[in-house]
């Protein structure tokens, strides 16, 4: 299967919650990510959790981390149309001699309904 | 501070050209990574260079290439461009190595292979 791993569709309703989930395969991820793309932009950092953590919180995002089942969620409250976009989760992979690359899933691509 | 820029930001060849992108990091950055977006495979890392060194490199042919300047000012080359080349590639600074650090992306430069 693939390294990070997303659904690839979510649609709900202003003023409701949205749920991203994500799983990664790789237990050596020490910084785990949430980016947004708006269409014809390039990738905006949302927030990042490190791996020792389980959750955080920053205003409308909350990051529920499960390192036992390597499961990440992104969890946006009262979502807005403006939410409307993709999201990616990452992670930092180890590749070797002190050095890591980010790994992208596919992307979910959040749908709001007015 | 001005963000990342990347030039140009459309791009149309044809087969068997070749392309040379460029990147302008967030001053002070010392890192610079690319990746390739496309529909079908998503974002797929290609390198990263830190302090004029390649320091990780993706899973991608030897036709793609890339350099780093000393005032950390990057670019990408793919030579014998292919149809399958045509993607978004976005190119993302941060302060030290990445995937330790917070990356910024650019808005990507969309390149079209006719």
């Known amino acids: 299967g693939e390294d990070v791993e997303q659904s690839l569709f979510l649609s709900v309703r202003e003023g409701d919650s949205s749920v991203i989930n994500c799983t990664y395969t790789?237990?050596?991820?020490?910084?785990l990510y949430w980016y947004k793309q708006e269409p014809g932009a390039g990738l905006q950092l949302l927030t990042y959790?490190?791996?020792?953590?389980d959750m955080k919180q920053d205003q409308r995002l909350t990051v529920l981390l499960n390192k036992k089942d390597k499961h990440l969620s992104l969890r946006i409250a009262d979502t807005q149309t403006g939410d409307s976009a993709i999201y990616f989760c990452?992670?930092?992979?180890?590749?070797?001699?002190?050095?890591?690359?980010?790994?992208f899933g596919k992307g979910t691509k959040l749908s709001v309904i007015p | 501070k001005a963000g990342v820029t990347q030039t140009p930001r459309y791009l149309i060849k044809t087969r068997g050209q070749q392309v040379t992108l460029s990147c302008s990091p967030i001053?002070?950055?010392?890192?610079v990574s690319w990746y390739q977006q496309t529909p079908g495979q998503g974002l797929q890392f290609l390198f990263e260079?830190?302090?004029?060194?390649?320091?990780n490199k993706g899973n991608f042919p030897g036709r793609f290439s890339g350099r780093q300047f000393s005032n950390s000012r990057s670019e990408m080359n793919v030579s014998t461009l292919e149809l399958g080349d045509s993607a978004l590639y976005l190119c993302?600074?941060?302060?030290?190595?990445?995937?330790?650090?917070?990356?910024?992306f650019g808005p990507g430069t969309r390149l079209t292979v006719l």
């Open positions: 993302a600074s941060s302060l030290g190595a990445s995937g330790e650090n917070e990356q910024f």
């Open positions: 790789d237990s050596s991820s020490t910084y």
């Open positions: 959790i490190f791996s020792n953590m």
């Open positions: 990452a992670t930092n992979r180890y590749s070797g001699a002190g050095s890591y690359q980010l790994t």
């Open positions: 001053s002070g950055h010392r890192s």
């Open positions: 260079y830190f302090s004029e060194t390649q320091r």
